[in-house]
């Protein structure tokens, strides 16, 4: 299977992201709809991954972040907060989540932002920690799931 990431331009690509997310989040895990529709989608970038340039089967969003943490323009980042990342039942463990990821921290780097951080699900852990990102803190509750804080640096500085 060919997978292809883009970043969701058309309303209709947004949906796409949407639907995935409804899917996963919302009617899977059981998380309310008011707590996955945060009020930060209209500022964010997302990417949609497609099977072999037709159906989407998985998102994910970047959000860039100023020092102070607000969201902010890409070009003035300098954290990616990578979240929102999703990938349908039936096409996970093929390799979807990897190219999403790499898809968000080539965005990331291509604006200029130098590390990046995520909220990890505790059962994915590993999964990233295979990307260099490395855990940070206690575990904490999101959404009523057990969730890792977890960093890295995309290039260069401290």
């Given at each position: 299977m060919d997978t292809v990431v883009?970043?969701?331009?058309?309303?209709?690509?947004?949906?796409a992201c949407w639907a995935i997310r409804?899917?996963?989040?919302?009617?899977?895990?059981g998380i309310a709809e008011d707590l996955e529709r945060d009020g930060?989608?209209?500022?964010?970038?997302h990417l949609v991954a497609w099977q072999e340039d037709r159906r989407a089967i998985g998102t994910?969003?970047?959000l860039a972040l100023d020092a102070d943490r607000r969201p902010?323009?890409?070009?003035?980042?300098?954290?990616?907060?990578?979240?929102?990342?999703?990938?349908?039942?039936?096409?996970?463990?093929?390799?979807?989540g990897r190219v999403l990821l790499d898809a968000a921290l080539d965005l990331a780097r291509l604006h200029g932002i130098a590390h990046a951080e995520l909220s990890a699900q505790e059962y994915v852990v590993e999964f990233y920690e295979k990307f260099g990102f490395?855990?940070?803190?206690?575990?904490?509750?999101?959404?009523?799931?057990p969730h890792?804080?977890?960093?890295?640096?995309?290039?260069?500085?401290?």
């Open positions: 883009r970043e969701a331009r058309s309303a209709e690509e947004r949906a409804e899917a996963v989040f919302i009617r899977e895990q930060l989608d209209e500022i964010a970038r994910a969003r970047v902010v323009p890409p070009e003035q980042g300098e954290v990616a907060k990578i979240g929102r990342m999703a990938v349908l039942l039936a096409e996970r463990r093929r390799g979807v490395r855990v940070e803190g206690e575990p904490y509750l999101e959404a009523g799931i890792r804080r977890m960093t890295r640096k995309l290039w260069g500085g401290s």
